[in-house]
T-cell receptor, first 114, second 114 residues
């Protein structure tokens, strides 16, 4: 079945530091890949997505590239801000058959200190 | 435009009572999903509706859980005879039926079973 393995947290960085959160996946076929962000007390917000190999998703300074050869979708940001403090979830959706639900990683708590 | 809405935002109930949680998807979205987020289990898929097709109930944890979707729009998740282990945040998401399966989430309902 599908699975997502995400870098364990928590991660604490100083403002303007470089961020990488690793994500690898197991799936059949060519899944869509997503990063969602959850701010304290809120629901999940779509941060970025990529739907085919070598696609790069980007939003709000965050980027992730769909790497089929390494089955990875690592999240990066060059300079984090205090407002980026949240929990980040990597997820995939297999588009084969009827199973279109998202499979999530365990989440990575990011805290950015001023 | 309007996003996914859920009600109530918080629900406190006593063990053994039934509860109903409501989800209004984004207008025009044909697919609707329910997930559960709990500390011990992370984000789990519960049930998936696609148009007029029979729902995919493969994620429901027990027969105390059921859901319906009326008129291809609003959905209600019902939990009968609630147990303390049902305490969690219940998230609803909706999407178009397309090649990306990009899902947009509501704010969730926090259920506490005393």
């Amino acid at each position: 079945g599908n699975s997502v393995t995400q870098m364990e947290g928590p991660v604490t960085l100083s403002e303007e530091a470089f961020l990488t959160i690793n994500c690898t996946y197991t799936a059949t076929g060519y899944p869509s890949l997503f990063w969602y962000v959850q701010y304290p007390g809120e629901g999940l917000q779509l941060l970025l997505k990529a739907t085919k190999a070598d696609d790069k998703g980007s939003n709000k300074g965050f980027e992730a590239t769909y790497r089929k050869e390494t089955t990875s979708f690592h999240l990066e940001k060059g300079s984090v801000q205090v407002s980026d403090s949240a929990v980040y979830f990597c997820a995939l959706s297999s588009l084969s058959g009827s199973a279109r639900q998202l499979t999530f990683g365990s989440g990575t708590q990011l805290t950015v200190l001023p | 435009g309007a996003g996914v809405s859920q009600s109530p935002s918080n629900k406190v109930t006593e063990k053994g009572k039934d509860v109903e949680l409501r989800c209004d998807p984004i207008s025009g979205h044909t697919a609707l999903y329910w997930y559960r987020q709990s500390l011990g289990q992370g984000l789990e898929f519960l049930i998936y509706f696609q148009g007029n097709s029979a729902p995919d109930k493969s994620g429901l944890p027990s027969d105390r859980f059921s859901a319906e979707r009326t008129g291809g729009s609003v959905s209600t998740l019902t939990i009968q005879r609630t147990q303390q282990e049902d305490s969690a945040v219940y998230l609803c998401a909706s999407s178009f039926t397309d090649s990306t399966n990009t899902q947009y989430f509501g704010p969730g309902t926090r259920l506490t079973v005393l």
